[in-house]
């Protein structure tokens, strides 16, 4: 059984969620704010990069294991 395509397109289609590209907003915000978001996690670091990013992100925010203030 062939069923046709819908003719009418409804105009709640646009309020739909758009994907976000990270990589790109993380790029900008270096390039243009020199703003910094990088994961301890992440693979492209090595084993160095990835603890400088620890011991910056524990000195600044605390260690991660430590419970939010806000609790």
Known sequence: MKIPPPRYHSPLGRLQAQTTDLE???EDGWREQHILVVSEE???LDFLE???VRRIGNRLYG???RRNRHD
Do not use: G, T
């Open 50 to 52: 990835r603890e400088i």
């Open 24 to 26: 790109a907003i993380k």
């Open 63 to 65: 260690s991660a294991n």
């Open 42 to 44: 992440d693979q492209r």
